[in-house]
């Protein structure tokens, strides 16, 4: 028989393209992603007596801390919204970022066992957990839209407005900005360890720098701008003026979110790419 | 028959040591040099990949320039001694990693199996993980529901299907990882050493399995392992790897042959005495035992081939000079029955104190392949010194180059007989 060079499946050489996504292959191994999701979510609650309801416990926690630090002690403005409604919104969409970002970029390190024994598209891992928090995510949205209801019927200031139709496309900028920042993180760590200790407290102070627990209202010049930088803040901006009616929203500062995101998330392909071929060797 | 796989001057380059700050310098030199479109400076200095002598970079070649073919339906044994690269040859066909240089092209759809159970959760049930696990292998929900009570079968766990696997004995989660993978539908199966676990029964199932899978079924199937005799029994063809490089390909008895001769290159393996048996002593403080080596085994280990002579080193530290001292043994079989005993009565040996000899013992035996254990004795005249038991163990095999193994029948030693028509 006569061998042509395109009569293969599959050919392993040393380099690839750098930008491929393999999507076609992701779309392969779909319901292996599914199956982690799967994995994550029942691995979450098995053993627990509680079980799904510490998805709830979580947030209502914070938010009590917080009505106590930062409304009652430091006494920050909510922008006149009731302050668990505030927080609350804050926290929900925070959480889902800082939770997709912490865990993306681990992936390489915690899937060591698997990734160092079976090939299939490395990015299904940093999908799936993208996906799985995204459950969570609406877990514990259903907690802020029945907290809203409740204020509602109290007669409190508040009411959602038309930029609520722009919250799909926050969630997909909030999960892109993770996915590539986990992946730039996860991929330096594969040979060096230091990121590791960074991301732990510079979730923490990302979140301070993003309009959580104080409103960008409260804010003039330098640093509002400086806080401005942050992609997060016009996100978590959105989702307040969406849910709640109150926010700091301005289409310049969207399409400067979108920009960046962007850039991110393709910095975080290219070396995600670069480092998955190898990085068994090395981590 | 068409190629199932084709390696084309396959290499792959490990970095030893540490990584380190000093890692990170070199990686921005190498970083540079390659941006500059020049040659990586580290990767220069290549040699072979000889495990116990000291190499000059700290670059190495794990593999140096594999060229194979593979036909479909084949089934290849791939052997060779610890770190001759079999391990990173399956990882690159199993695209774990990718190789240094060369290219490896494949037609059809690869499942590598390099470990059972990868991906298994604990808190998942045996259910859930069969799912999990087959997902991971790359098959689709669909196959495995198809094939989920063939696998419940095979794996023999039926009753705790519904329990989470960390409640398994680890027999049952071997089995219950095995079965998810012998069940893959791909046309390239490659297995690295995953027989190595489970009762004898089971490995025997396995092997069952695997010889189905590549003879009835006709599918490719790529197997590394360290049992000669499995390797043979499964494979038509093999590949030898010695430090990295493709030293034969061809049938597997004559691989097998070529691996246990490179075994025999005059070496002598120091073994490990086992946490022996002292028994009383009248004048112990005389002569100690310090560790034995044994000489003409396969690949220094504690296995002797059935036809060769077992050769001993004994090491003593001398306390006492002693006049005639007489040096026994015995080999017994693993349940304890002992086969023969000897000793040097008729030539004693006399030492001065405080030396240290070493004495070698050539035996000539018929024994049966099998496990054996070693027991050392010391007298002086008539009066026992120690007697130590199970010192250590050894192990016949009945495969040796180029000649038959006689018997396969039951006993402990093998016998020459003729018969004649009286």
């Known amino acids: ?283 | 028959m068409s190629k199932a796989i084709k390696v084309e001057n396959i290499s792959k380059a490990y970095q030893l040591g540490q990584f380190s700050t000093g890692t990170l310098s070199r990686d921005l030199e190498r970083w540079w040099a390659l941006a500059r479109g020049k040659e990586d400076p580290y990767l220069k200095l290549g040699e072979t990949n000889v495990r116990s002598t000291k190499g000059v970079s700290n670059v190495v070649w794990s593999l140096r320039d594999i060229s194979f073919e593979v036909e479909e339906g084949m089934a290849i044994g791939i052997i060779g001694k610890n770190g001759a690269g079999k391990s990173t040859l399956l990882k690159l066909l199993s695209q774990v990693t990718t190789p240094t240089t060369g290219q490896i092209k494949v037609r059809g759809r690869i499942a590598s199996l390099l470990e059972v159970g990868t991906g298994f959760h604990p808190d998942l049930t045996g259910r859930e993980n069969i799912f999990l696990n087959g997902a991971i292998l790359g098959m689709r929900t669909k196959e495995i529901q198809k094939k989920f009570d063939e696998i419940v079968d095979f794996s023999g766990v039926e009753r705790y299907i519904d329990t989470p696997v960390k409640r398994y004995s680890s027999g049952m989660y071997v089995r219950l990882a095995f079965a998810v993978a012998a069940h893959l539908e791909s046309e390239i199966l490659i297995v690295d050493e995953v027989l190595a676990v489970g009762d004898a029964d089971f490995q025997r199932k396995c092997l069952g399995k695997m010889g189905e899978v590549s003879k009835g079924e006709g599918r490719t199937v790529l197997f590394v392992s360290h049992n000669m005799e499995s390797v043979s029994k499964l494979c038509s063809e093999g590949i030898l790897l010695e430090n990295g490089t493709l030293k034969y390909r061809g049938a597997m008895g004559d691989i097998v042959n070529e691996y246990l001769l490179s075994g025999l290159d005059g070496k002598e393996a120091i073994v490990n005495l086992m946490p022996y048996n002292r028994t009383a002593s009248y004048n112990a403080g005389t002569v100690e035992l310090i560790d034995l080596a044994f000489e003409n085994s396969v690949e220094l280990s504690n296995v002797f081939y059935w036809n060769k002579p077992i050769e001993i080193l004994v090491r003593f530290k001398v306390l006492k000079k002693v006049e005639k001292l007489l040096v026994g043994f015995t080999v017994a079989t693993a349940t304890g029955v002992n086969v023969f005993t000897a000793n040097n009565s008729g030539n004693e040996f006399s030492f001065e104190a405080q030396t240290e000899v070493v004495v070698r013992i050539n035996i000539e035996h018929n024994l049966r392949h099998g496990l054996y254990t070693l027991h050392l004795g010391a007298m002086e005249g008539s009066q026992d010194i120690w007697w130590h038991t199970d010192v250590a163990n050894i192990e016949i095999t009945n495969l040796t180059p180029g000649i038959v193994y006689p018997s396969n029948n039951s006993g402990v030693v093998l016998c020459d007989s003729t018969w004649t028509i009286n």
């Open chain 1, 1 to 283: 028989m006569k061998e042509t060079e395109e009569n293969w499946d599959l050919v392993i050489r040393p380099t690839s393209g750098l930008l491929d996504l393999k999507l076609k292959q992701v779309w392969k191994y779909r319901d292996l992603l599914w199956m982690f999701v799967k994995r994550d979510f029942i691995s979450f609650y098995k053993q627990t007596i509680l079980g799904p309801v510490w998805f709830f416990i979580q947030p209502l926690f914070t938010m009590g801390v917080y009505m106590f630090v930062f409304g009652s002690l430091a006494g920050i403005s909510t922008d006149e919204l009731p302050q668990p409604l505030f927080y609350l919104a804050g926290i929900t969409a925070w959480t889902y970022f800082s939770e997709c970002l912490t865990k993306t970029s681990r992936v390489f390190i915690d899937n060591v066992h698997i990734f160092g024994k079976v090939y299939f598209p490395r990015i299904v891992m940093p999908l799936s957990i993208i996906i799985s928090s995204l459950i969570k995510l609406s877990v514990q949205l259903s907690l802020l839209l029945v907290m809203m209801a409740y204020y509602f019927i109290q007669g409190a200031n508040f009411s959602p407005s038309i930029y609520i139709l722009l919250f799909p496309i926050l969630l997909f900028l909030m999960a892109s900005l993770a996915l590539g920042l986990g992946m730039i993180v996860s991929s330096l760590t594969t040979k060096y360890r230091d990121l590791v200790f960074l991301i732990t407290f510079g979730v923490q102070l990302l979140m301070y720098s993003t309009t959580v627990v104080y409103p960008l209202s409260s804010l003039y010049g330098v640093y509002r701008l400086a806080i401005l930088a942050n992609p997060m803040t016009t996100i978590i901006e959105g989702v307040r003026l969406g849910f709640l009616g109150q926010g700091s929203f301005t289409w310049l500062g969207f399409l400067y979110t979108c920009g960046i995101t962007a850039l991110i998330l393709f910095i975080g392909t290219l070396v995600f790419n670069k480092v998955e071929k190898n990085f068994v060797d090395t981590v």
